[in-house]
Nanobody, 122 residues
Framework: QVHLVESGGGSVQAGGSLTLSCAAS????????MTWFRQAPGKEREGLAC???????VYAEAVKGRFTISRDSAIHTLYLQMNSLNPEDTAMYYC????????????????WGQGTQVTVSS
């Protein structure tokens, strides 16, 4: 079982930046994937960025060039640096993890945090 706790959300004006963190309990296997999703009211959960055990990231087109995913394996923490935020980025942001399934849809990830709210005002 992997426990994930997100932090760093908040309110910011358009054009601003936030960095989200996701603290994970210790992984029992060195090979794992971690990812960020978000969900806005009335919308489906949307994948943003994913990073594998080798540190290779992949990004959704909607955030490529604005968001950066990174991981500090020594402290089991995942980050999402978000720049140039706009009101369309307002959502609950979740981190998730998987040992088995690679970066992909939400169904690939069995472990989820409770989420952290990001609100961007115009």
């Amino acid at each position: 079982q992997v426990h994930l706790v997100e932090s760093g959300g908040g309110s910011v004006q358009a054009g601003g930046s936030l960095t989200l963190s996701c603290a994970a309990s210790e992984f029992t296997n060195r090979h794992y994937y971690m990812t960020w999703f978000r969900q806005a009211p009335g919308k489906e959960r949307e994948g943003l960025a994913c990073i594998n055990a080798y540190g290779l990231p992949v990004y959704a087109e909607a955030v490529k060039g604005r968001f950066t995913i990174s991981r500090d394996s020594a402290i089991h923490t995942l980050y999402l640096q978000m720049n140039s935020l706009n009101p369309e980025d307002t959502a609950m942001y979740y981190c998730a993890a998987s040992y088995i399934f690679p970066c992909g849809p939400a169904t690939n990830f069995p472990y989820w945090g409770q989420g952290t709210q990001v609100t961007v005002s115009s």
